[in-house]
T-cell receptor, first 113, second 114 residues
C-alpha cells in the first residue's frame, strides 16, 4: 500500500487566500485524523472522522477552518481566509476502527505570508 | 483532560549506549499507548503499540513497557546507533471520549553521535 498520501507537500500563500489540503487514507481504513504541528503547541488534533462522519471537531480552531470527507478515500481541510498564524505542518493520519496502529502522511508544510 | 509528558526533552549520547525514554500520562483509562518516531521534515512512523492489557512490546532493539496504574511507559533502545537519531513521541488513546482520542506528548529529541 502507498500509505497515507497528502498534497500539496509544501505551500506558500498570501494572507487572505484560501488553502485546501488533501488527503487519501490507506485503503480499508475507516478512521481519519487531521493534526497540526507547531513548535509552540506540538501536535494538535483538529478533527477526527469515522466512517466518513466527523466525530470530534473540537480541535478546529475557528470558523475559518473546515474539513470534509465525501467518501472513504478522500478528505480535505480548508482554511479560508488564511492567516500567518496558520503556518504549520498539517498531518493527515488513518487507522482501522480508531484505536489501532495509526499511520501518518508526510505532512503538508503551510506558510502564510 | 489527558496530559502526556515526556522526559527528557532532549538527549545526546554516544553510539552503543542503551537508552531509556520516559512517558507519563495523567489518566489511566486508556485503550492503548503508541510510540512514534519522527525524522526532520517527515511524518510520524509508528514503532510500537501496547494495548492497555499488555505490559510490554518488543521490536528488534526496541522494547516498550506500560504500567497503566502508575501512568507510565518507557521506551528502551538497546545498542543505540546514529540512525536512531530522531524525535520520539508517545501517544495514548483515551477512553474518556467517543471512539477514543489520541493525546501526544511533546517528544524526546534524540541524537546519537558516532
Amino acid at each position: 500500500d502507498a500509505g497515507v498520501i497528502q498534497s500539496p507537500r509544501h505551500e506558500v500563500t498570501e494572507m487572505g487566500q484560501e488553502v485546501t489540503l488533501r488527503c487519501k487514507p490507506i485503503s480499508g481504513h475507516n478512521s481519519l485524523f487531521w493534526y497540526r504541528q507547531t513548535m509552540m503547541r506540538g501536535l494538535e488534533l483538529l478533527i477526527y472522522f469515522n466512517n466518513n462522519v466527523p466525530i470530534d471537531d473540537s480541535g478546529m480552531p475557528e470558523d475559518r477552518f473546515s474539513a470534509k470527507m465525501p467518501n472513504a478515500s478522500f478528505s480535505t481541510l480548508k482554511i479560508q481566509p488564511s492567516e500567518p498564524r496558520d503556518s504549520a505542518v498539517y498531518f493527515c493520519a488513518s487507522t482501522f476502527q480508531g484505536r489501532n496502529t495509526i499511520y501518518f502522511g508526510e505532512g503538508s508544510w503551510l506558510t502564510v505570508v | 483532560k489527558q496530559e502526556v509528558t515526556q522526559i527528557p526533552a532532549a538527549l545526546s549520547v554516544p553510539e552503543g549506549e542503551n537508552l531509556v525514554l520516559n512517558c507519563s500520562f495523567t489518566d489511566s483509562a486508556i485503550y492503548n499507548l503508541q510510540w512514534f518516531r519522527q525524522d526532520p521534515g517527515k511524518g510520524l512512523t509508528s514503532l510500537l503499540l501496547i494495548q492497555s492489557s499488555q505490559r510490554e512490546q518488543t521490536s528488534g532493539r526496541l522494547n516498550a513497557s506500560l504500567d497503566k496504574s502508575s501512568g507510565r511507559s518507557t521506551l528502551y533502545i538497546a545498542a543505540s546507533q546514529p540512525g536512531d537519531s530522531a524525535t520520539y513521541l508517545c501517544a495514548v488513546f483515551d477512553r474518556g471520549s467517543t471512539l477514543g482520542r489520541l493525546y501526544f506528548g511533546r517528544g524526546t529529541q534524540l541524537t546519537v553521535w558516532p
